[in-house]
């Protein structure tokens, strides 16, 4: 079974500081990565993801994270974050095609970005 | 696009009743899932549809919970005799048929309480 740690609850930071939001998942096999963002009041939306290749993803939003197999991590970090970063983030994993369809989600990060 | 569509927003019940919710996925997304998240947790997996097949069901889906895709389209999740342990967010998710469920849209979801 798969399972994903969210090392912090809460980061709070600075406007134009920079972030890292930290995730660490269990698996014996290999796993599809993600990290999805939830602004109040709104659905869940994708942020970017880690299927294969090249272990630097870019997203949405300036975001990007890195998948390290030997630490089984996949850190968000952000250079410089604005007030409407604010948000709660979830890191995710799940099998790949052919396995199951589940999403295993952390408990996810609030970060709250200050003025 | 109007991006998936769940009702209602809330719904506010008394144990032992039961309560169905209302999901309607992005038009030509064929896979669909429902999702359960409570307070100051990730979401958890449910349940998932292609098309109108039930393929995936998490062992959290007691025999209280069923699940109905009739004919493709929208989606109802049911709870029978509800219990105060159900009162969570039920959120459902969409996506495309390539590139199996590796990007999910999410609706805002239904929020339930039991009283």
């Known amino acids: 079974a798969q399972s994903v740690t969210q090392l912090d609850s809460q980061v709070p930071v600075f406007e134009e500081a920079p972030v890292e939001l930290r995730c660490n998942y269990s698996?014996?096999?290999?796993?599809?990565l993600f990290w999805y963002v939830q602004y109040p009041n709104q659905g869940l939306q994708l942020l970017l993801k880690?299927?294969?290749?090249?272990?630097l993803v870019k997203g949405i939003n300036g975001f990007e994270a890195e998948f390290n197999k030997s630490q089984t991590s996949f850190h968000l970090r952000k250079p410089s974050v604005h007030i409407s970063d604010t948000a709660e983030y979830f890191c995710?994993?799940?099998?790949?095609?052919?396995?199951?369809?589940?999403?295993?989600f952390g408990k996810g990060t609030k970060l709250t970005v200050n003025p | 696009d109007t991006g998936v569509s769940q009702n209602p927003r809330h719904k506010i019940t008394k144990r032992g009743q039961n309560v169905t919710f209302r999901c309607d996925p992005i038009?030509?997304?064929?896979?669909l899932y429902w999702y359960r998240q409570t307070l100051g947790q990730g979401p958890e997996f449910l349940t998932y549809?292609?098309?109108?097949?039930?393929?995936?069901k998490s062992r959290l889906l007691s025999d209280r919970f069923s699940a109905e895709r009739p004919k493709g389209s929208f989606s109802t999740l049911e709870i029978q005799r509800t219990e105060q342990g159900d009162s969570a967010m039920y959120l459902c998710?969409?996506?495309?048929?390539?590139?199996?469920?590796?990007?999910?849209?999410f609706g805002s979801g239904t929020q339930l309480s039991v009283l």
């Open positions: 549809f292609q098309n109108e097949a039930q393929l995936e």
């Open positions: 698996s014996s096999v290999s796993v599809y």
């Open positions: 038009s030509e997304h064929n896979r």
């Open positions: 998710a969409s996506s495309a048929p390539t590139g199996g469920g590796e990007k999910l849209f």
């Open positions: 995710a994993v799940r099998l790949p095609q052919g396995g199951s369809e589940k999403l295993v």
């Open positions: 880690y299927l294969s290749g090249s272990t």
